[in-house]
């Protein structure tokens, strides 16, 4: 039976699902752990249900729940992010000495756990906001946390969060400091743009097999199964094959009968804003998103579905080769996705002043998390045979891939155009492989454009670079130029 007269090593706050589940997983680790929700309900039921009998301290009032944290104490917030996470900081501050620890586990957005961080160093307060994947599952077994925030608090709470995180393959755990006041949190929603990514591109290969190829949910569930053996493995890929076998009571596939209109709740969107406004390429997580908006219009489409003509033209080929080449360019695309979100976090440190270990960041993807695979553990490896890698696309491992891998890309998104199938992931991921490894690209033709109508000036090859020149191109217009800011 616990020993509730102790006091407890930490709290949580919100006990809905993930806030049950870690409550849970730290008392599975030895942790004696105070639990409180705005309707005692919650409560009452973890420590009459799934927590009986578990280290738990039941509390029913703010008061009562910080007077049973032992000092230091750590207040965790399992709450919806937003509003509510400030609501609850006002509430239990007042409570807290000098040296206390907030930690906010929810999907909050970066620059809010920058306002609070450095809002609750003022008072003297620490604070972390830390992402946690891996849904019910992982929080209730070992999710991946990554932590940010104020770097004091990290040895306060670092075997605890280690404690429940995840472990990789080798053991060591899917947790570990990202980096300051935001870090933590950003690097989540990064997270979550992959996510997005990795989903679209799996759904452009059962639709490519599906549509183009006509396979059948066995044939395409045994397809899945055999990537997840290989290259593929991963979490993600698991499940798909797991989708595809699943019947619904009248034995069809369950998956036909799902609407096809994508839901959100906003990472993907976050990752791709800040995409823009830091001027990082990431094509491919914000084409995901995009197709997810694009799906959503559903009764637009139903509508467009019968007016607009697409081609009559059928696969036509090898379906056992075709199959192995939309293998390939999955694998290809998820290359440049990946190095697109670690050219984004890279920006970001820059930006707002981290210091990111992105050796760290991938092992903290590679278990426990909705991305988690065995391709994580490649980009680890990249990272361990240069931190300072600018670029995944140009680790040697990574080049290979791709170069192996094109002939299959191409021939992919070739297909679809061929076909009409949309495979809008397949084909951004491609076009910025072949223009990030072009030395030229059109761009002259879009600065010669500005200038004539706008005079906004260009620069010149043959000249030193930061010299700039407007031309009179008409003979109208005047020889004034209009200035070289850039957005
Ligand atoms: C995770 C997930 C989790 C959640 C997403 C779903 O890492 O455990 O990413 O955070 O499932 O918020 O996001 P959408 O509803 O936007 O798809």
Not at 146 to 160: E, L, S
Not at 203 to 231: D, I, P
């Amino acid at each position: 039976m616990a020993d509730t007269k102790r006091k407890a090593d930490i709290g949580v706050v919100g006990l809905a699902v993930m806030g049950q589940n870690l409550v849970m997983n730290m008392c599975d680790h030895g942790y004696t752990v105070a639990g409180y929700n705005r309707t005692s309900e919650k409560t009452k039921d973890l420590v009459e249900g799934p927590g009986k009998g578990m280290a738990i301290i039941p509390t029913y009032s703010i008061e009562e729940f910080i007077d049973a944290l032992e000092k230091p104490r750590k207040v965790m917030l399992m709450v919806k992010a937003g509003e509510v996470v400030d609501k609850f900081i006002d509430s239990v501050t007042p409570h807290l000495e000098e040296g206390d620890l907030i930690i906010d586990g929810g999907n909050s957005h970066f620059p809010d756990t920058i306002r609070r961080t450095k809002a609750l160093a003022e008072k003297g307060i620490l604070y972390i906001g830390t992402g946690i994947s891996g849904g019910e599952e992982g929080a209730r077994h070992g999710p991946s946390i990554m932590p940010g925030g104020n770097p004091k608090a990290w040895p306060i709470v670092r075997n605890i969060l280690q404690d429940i995180s995840a472990k990789t393959r080798d053991g060591e755990p899917c947790c570990d400091w990202v980096g300051q006041d935001g870090a933590g949190h950003y690097v989540k929603m990064v997270h979550n743009g992959i996510e997005y990514g990795d989903m679209q591109l799996i759904s452009e290969a059962y639709y490519l097999m599906k549509t183009g190829l006509g396979m059948t949910h066995e044939e395409m569930h045994e397809v899945f199964s055999e990537w997840n053996r290989g290259e593929l493995d991963s979490y993600l890929i698991e499940i798909t094959a797991d989708i595809l076998a699943y019947k619904d009571k009248d034995g069809s596939p369950l998956l036909e009968k799902i609407l096809d209109s994508a839901g959100q709740k906003g990472t993907g969107k976050w990752t791709g804003i800040n995409a823009l406004e830091m001027g990082i390429p990431v094509t491919l997580i914000v084409e995901a998103v995009f197709a997810r908006c694009l799906s959503a219009l559903y009764d637009e489409r139903q509508l467009a579905a019968k007016t607009l003509a697409g081609p009559s033209k059928k696969f036509e080929g090898d379906r056992k080769a075709f199959v192995e080449d939309i293998r390939q360019a999955l694998l290809a695309s998820k290359i440049v996705s990946y190095a697109q979100g670690f050219m984004l976090i890279r920006e970001a440190e820059k930006e707002y002043g981290w210091d990111i270990n992105y050796g760290g960041v991938a092992n903290m993807w590679r278990g426990g998390c909705i991305i988690r695979s065995v391709f994580l553990g490649n980009i680890k490896e990249a990272f361990d045979r240069k931190p300072d890698l600018y670029n995944l696309m140009l680790d040697d491992y990574f080049r290979g891939v791709l170069e192996r891998c094109q002939d299959s890309w191409r021939n992919v998104v070739a297909q679809c155009a061929r076909m009409g199938v949309p495979a809008p992931a397949f084909s951004t991921s491609l076009a910025f492989y072949d223009g990030y490894r072009s030395s030229q690209l059109p761009a002259n033709m879009i600065q010669a454009q500005r200038d004539y109508f706008g005079a906004h000036t260009y620069q010149r090859t043959d000249r030193p670079k930061g010299e700039f020149f407007h031309t009179n191109w008409t003979g109208k217009g005047g020889e004034v130029s209009a200035g070289t800011y850039n957005a």
